[in-house]
């Protein structure tokens, strides 16, 4: 079981930016692939980044390609969402999730464990 927990979420002006932080329980986090989600209110989950498990290869959603960053440290069983040039419809609430088995995915099916969230707010 792999517990995670997200922080660096707030209240940012547009053009602002943000680092989400997703820390793991899990001492053999290197072991898996991670993921960025995020849910605004009446919206589905929809996906933001996916990095593998070296942090060698990732993945974006085109709404956010150039502006966000993922990346990991595994030293640190810590997963980062570096988000520059928000905007307001990057509000939501964030959620870092894990996967087992197999590389990264855009699919939120495919990931074993997710955060609580957090919230992001771009105000205009």
């Known amino acids: 079981q792999v517990h995670l927990v997200e922080s660096g979420g707030g209240l940012v002006q547009a053009g602002g930016s943000l680092r989400l932080s997703c820390a793991a329980s899990e001492s053999t986090f290197s072991n898996y692939a991670m993921g960025w989600f995020r849910q605004a209110p009446g919206k589905d989950r929809e996906f933001v980044a996916t990095?593998?498990?070296?942090?060698?290869?990732?993945y974006y959603a085109d709404s956010v390609k150039g502006r966000i960053t993922i990346s990991r440290d595994n030293a640190k069983n810590t997963v980062y969402l570096q988000m520059d040039s928000l905007k307001p419809e990057d509000t939501a609430v964030y959620y870092c999730?894990?996967?087992?088995?197999?590389?990264?995915?855009?699919?939120?099916?495919?990931?074993?464990?997710w955060g609580q969230g957090t919230q992001v707010t771009v105000s205009s």
């Open positions: 990095i593998n498990w070296s942090g060698t290869r990732s």
């Open positions: 999730a894990a996967r087992a088995w197999g590389g990264y995915s855009y699919y939120s099916s495919e990931y074993d464990y």
